[in-house]
């Protein structure tokens, strides 16, 4: 049972617009979210998080949108560029006696960023 | 700071033998995690420690697999008589985790392939 999905499994846009992962989950206890981007043959590399009392958080050219009501968030990238390009992995965790410790991520969505 | 590092980075070994992983996490970070990802899939939470504690291991974690983190420092996560299915890039992550939000850091992972 996946608690957390990534629908599209790749997204494709042009150099110097926008791109927009999306990401739903279905766990009603995720209080935190994450999105970590890889490239290949490395590790997630930790991008933008936010907070469940949140509903946007801002990071340079990253920003996350939560939707609770949905159990949707999103990643914008603004402007998009070639170095952007990896597979992207929304996470999720639940508080846990005052901490967040297990990820639950999704199947990623990778994205390609044309010159 | 030199990041979560991990090694061996490729290990290819026969079925049934052992093999055994190696994880220096972020110096000062009091948790460590272990996931496993499988081609397609997201990463997988398998254990995590706090200190030298381990405090939860998933089912998917089976008897023949075990992890320790002596001193609270590294961990080593040993697979005994591997099988094929135990195949997957085999990923470590450390936090400083005192709050309800705290962000995992990744290391860049070691890939199993059992023949």
């Known amino acids: 049972d996946q608690q957390v999905k990534q629908n599209s499994p790749s997204l494709s846009v042009q150099e110097g617009r926008i791109s927009i992962l999306n990401c739903d989950y279905t766990?009603?206890?995720?209080?935190?979210f994450l999105w970590y981007k890889k490239y290949p043959a490395e590790g997630p590399t930790f991008l933008i998080s936010?907070?469940?009392?949140?509903d946007k958080n801002e990071d340079g050219r990253f920003t996350v949108f939560l939707n609770k009501s949905a159990k949707h968030l999103s990643l914008h990238i603004v402007p998009s560029q070639p170095g952007d390009s990896a597979v992207y992995f929304c996470?999720?965790?639940?508080?846990?006696?005052?901490?967040?410790?297990?990820?639950?991520f999704g199947k990623g969505t990778l994205l390609t960023v044309n010159p | 700071d030199t990041g979560v590092s991990q090694d061996p980075r490729h290990k290819i070994t026969k079925r049934g033998q052992n093999v055994t992983f190696r994880c220096d996490p972020i110096?000062?970070?009091?948790?460590l995690y272990w996931y496993r990802q499988t081609l397609g899939q997201g990463p997988e939470f398998l254990t995590y420690?706090?200190?030298?504690?381990?405090?939860?291991k998933s089912r998917l974690l089976s008897d023949r697999f075990s992890a320790e983190r002596p001193k609270g420092s590294f961990s080593t996560l040993e697979i005994q008589r591997t099988e094929q299915g135990d195949s997957a890039m085999y990923l470590c992550?450390?936090?400083?985790?005192?709050?309800?939000?705290?962000?995992?850091?990744f290391g860049p992972g070691t890939r199993l392939l059992v023949l």
């Open positions: 992550a450390s936090s400083l985790g005192w709050g309800a939000e705290e962000t995992q850091y």
């Open positions: 766990n009603s206890m995720f209080d935190y």
């Open positions: 936010i907070s469940s009392i949140k």
């Open positions: 996470a999720a965790s639940a508080d846990s006696g005052g901490s967040n410790y297990k990820l639950t």
């Open positions: 110096s000062e970070h009091n948790r």
């Open positions: 420690f706090q200190n030298e504690a381990q405090l939860e």
